[in-house]
């Protein structure tokens, strides 16, 4: 029923920065969540960052707090995280999240394929 089509992962250097975006598409419809999760090679898959519909509740991991910016732009069905000062611990892939009630509770209903961020020294 709803597609994610995520974009932006690539190769960065420590310190640099990167936007990350995620469509959605088909039946959608309105007030939904979206979000982030992140999953490195023999770990668990965790939660960067997530957003409310109206964007004023925002939730970030303590790992990238004050680093990471979370944002959507409902005309288009998209949402952006916006990475600055990488480091290398943030090397994994990132997929993008859709919830018709609360990405962090019960959780996601629909998943992104997943980009891979790569960041090196």
């Known amino acids: 029923q709803v597609h994610l089509v995520e974009s932006g992962g690539g190769l960065v250097q420590v310190g640099g920065s990167l936007r990350l975006s995620c469509a959605a598409s088909g039946r959608t419809g309105s007030s939904y969540g979206m979000g982030w999760f992140r999953q490195a090679p023999g770990k668990e898959r965790e939660i960067v960052a997530a957003i409310s519909w109206t964007g004023d509740n925002a939730y970030y991991a303590d790992s990238v707090k004050g680093r990471f910016t979370i944002s959507r732009d409902n005309a288009k069905n998209t949402v952006y995280l916006q990475m600055a000062n990488l480091k290398l611990e943030d090397t994994a892939v990132y997929y993008c999240?859709?919830?018709?009630?609360?990405?962090?509770?019960?959780?996601?209903?629909?998943w992104g394929q997943g980009t891979q961020v790569t960041v090196s020294s």
């Open positions: 999240a859709f919830s018709w009630e609360g990405i962090l509770a019960p959780g996601p209903d629909y």
